[in-house]
């Protein structure tokens, strides 16, 4: 009995182990269409767009797709308010929520995210 209770437990470790570590990543390199890999820098993401570019935030930045389907970026985190709009904290890594009336809540003042504050950049090989 023993023997099965310490089997149990060691598999659902293993089965904890593979998402954890996937959580607790710090960055996260994006194939191009070609293969190559395009790893951010450090404190950012990158996502492939539906045109299958990579595109990437800036340090400390939010990075999100708009009701177009378009990347955008803002210095801080972004939050989608009610009407759709994605809106960031002016701040890097600054905070970014929604208020009880829909409206984007933001540390240090909101900013519309913009795709022109999206970098792209060149794949490792």
């Not at 708009?66 to 759709?84: H, K, L, S």
């Amino acid at each position: 009995m023993r023997h099965l209770l310490l089997n149990a437990a060691l598999w659902a470790l293993l089965a904890l182990a593979g998402p954890l570590h996937a959580q607790t990543g710090d960055t996260t390199c994006t194939p191009t269409r070609d293969g190559r890999l395009v790893c951010p820098p450090p404190d950012a993401r990158c996502v492939t767009t539906r045109l299958g570019d990579v595109v990437c935030s800036t340090p400390g930045g939010g990075i999100a797709f708009d009701r177009y389907g378009e990347a955008v970026c803002g210095p801080g985190n972004c939050a989608t308010d009610i009407r759709g709009d994605l809106f960031c904290s002016s701040a890097p890594r600054g905070a970014a929520s929604i208020d009880r009336y829909g409206n984007a809540a933001c540390a240090e003042g909101c900013v519309p995210a913009r795709a022109s504050a999206c970098g792209r950049p060149r794949p490792t090989n």
